[in-house]
């Protein structure tokens, strides 16, 4: 019996095409402007610093901007980067200038497992921070609600098994009582050995695997009670 789902968000809730083509060149065309303006705050200063610990060199605030956008274009998971495009992102979302990308499918699906008793959970690779102001921004409302809790990498890896286990342990619940939602196979996999359910989003793009269930929407997507 399914008793929660943890679902991932690009190419499965969400279009891949939205971080690439919306978020990313976003944080790349307003990142100086913003570390200019609030270069002295405490979490804009101090993500700043750590850019510095990276490169292992004292660098001045032109410098950081300029790695930082070496970074973005290299799709890089760090620390630092991912804190300042949350913020930026804040920002573009509460001023309107783009809202969080999510299927129509999606959102009434996760609407009707909510009503239904499901707990509901997110795992990306993306901060929590820049998970809630997606969900928090959408053009079917703020959806924040519908969610128990978010997994970033913070846990682990997507692709390692034992990330799984631990957000199991965390929600409380037998893994097998947890359908986990990708469109990424080696993630699906992680979590089939970690003891959870599993089933493949098949969105624009996606080449189907052969040994998870398979739906190419949130509507095909067969829950067990």
């Known amino acids: 019996m399914i008793r929660a789902i943890l679902t991932d ?6 279009s891949i095409a939205f971080v690439k083509e919306v978020l990313f060149p976003y944080a790349s065309a307003h990142l100086a402007e913003f570390v200019h303006s609030h270069g002295s705050d405490a ?9 510095s610990e990276i490169c292992g060199q004292r660098l001045n605030d032109g410098e950081a901007i300029a790695q930082l956008l070496r970074w973005i274009e290299e799709d890089r998971k760090l620390t630092p980067l991912k804190a300042l495009q949350g913020l930026i ?9 783009f809202f969080g990308h999510l299927y129509p499918d999606a959102a009434r699906k996760l609407r009707e497992w909510k009503e239904q008793g499901l707990a509901l959970y997110i795992f990306s690779s993306g901060s929590v921070y820049a998970q809630k102001l ?22 682990g890896a997507k692709q390692a098994a034992d990330s799984y286990r631990k957000i199991a342990e965390r929600i409380g619940f037998a893994a097998d009582e947890i359908l986990f939602l ?16 599993t089933c493949q989003l098949l969105r624009q793009g996606t080449q189907a695997c052969q040994h998870h269930p398979l739906a190419v929407d949130f509507d095909g997507i067969i829950v067990s009670r």
């Open 9 to 14: 968000i690009e190419g499965t809730t969400s």
């Open 134 to 155: 997606l969900f928090g921004h959408t053009e079917h409302g703020d959806l924040t609600p519908l969610f128990c809790g978010y997994f970033d990498t913070s846990v």
């Open 182 to 197: 990708s469109d990424v196979d080696t993630e699906l996999d992680a979590a089939r050995a970690a003891g959870m359910q």
């Open 43 to 51: 979490e804009v200063r101090r993500s700043l610093d750590e850019v």
């Open 89 to 97: 992102w804040e920002e573009g979302y509460r001023h309107g200038d």
